[in-house]
């Protein structure tokens, strides 16, 4: 799935003052270009909210051009969680590694036995060719009973797509009923946010 979204390149224009007239101020890059660029935040918000980190991004650009994109990095302002800058990486014809969402169907055998499903991973990080990135990779659960699980290298991928995490990586368990209370208290620990969105400033304000 594609979205766009307008951008402007970024010549003198201070970050800070950008920030104050409600623009989000970024950069596009790839291993040939880095271009300081800003984007309208109210827009930014609405387009990333959809496509986060998983679809791509066209950015629509003064001089015609539109680049297919993906968003890198979200600095957040450390007291009001908005957005502070945003990474754009650039794609070009070669794999790039990223997150693709998992989508599980079935009902695992183990659920009817009173097992209950813990989807360890949400989202799977794989190489892939901008060409060929799938909305999304199906995970049939239907197989699993009791104390079965999962691994990434079960996954049934893609033409084109390959693993880019551990082949013995859990992506899916059927556990025992008395086993999900633990389970759940070691998911409120984890740390809620995506690992794409970082705290602090990107850019120095002089």
């Known amino acids: 799935m594609e979205y766009r979204l307008k951008a402007y390149y970024r010549e003198g224009e201070k970050p800070a003052a950008l920030r104050r007239a409600g623009k989000l101020p970024g950069v596009m890059y790839n291993k040939s270009l880095n271009q300081k660029v800003y984007v309208e935040l109210g827009e930014f918000d609405k387009v990333f909210r959809q496509a986060s980190i998983h679809h791509v991004i066209v950015l629509e650009l003064p001089d015609g051009k539109e680049l297919p ?104 368990a059927v556990v025992p009923p008395e086993d999900v209370e633990r389970l759940a208290a070691e998911a409120a620990e984890a740390p809620a946010e995506p690992e794409v969105i970082k705290k602090g400033k990107k850019e120095e304000e002089a």
């Open 69 to 172: 994109t993906l968003v890198r990095q979200v600095n957040l302002d450390k007291r009001r969680r908005r957005p502070e800058h945003v990474d754009f990486y650039v794609l070009s014809d070669e794999p790039v590694e990223m997150y693709v969402p998992l989508r599980f169907v079935g009902t695992p055998q183990g659920v009817r036995e009173g097992g209950v499903l813990q989807e360890v991973h949400r989202d799977i990080l794989v190489r892939v060719s901008p060409r060929n990135i799938p909305e999304y990779i199906e995970v049939d659960v239907s197989g699993l009973g009791i104390g079965d699980s999962l691994h990434a290298a079960d996954l049934k991928l893609p033409e084109g797509v390959k693993l880019a995490i551990s082949p013995e990586e859990t992506i899916a």
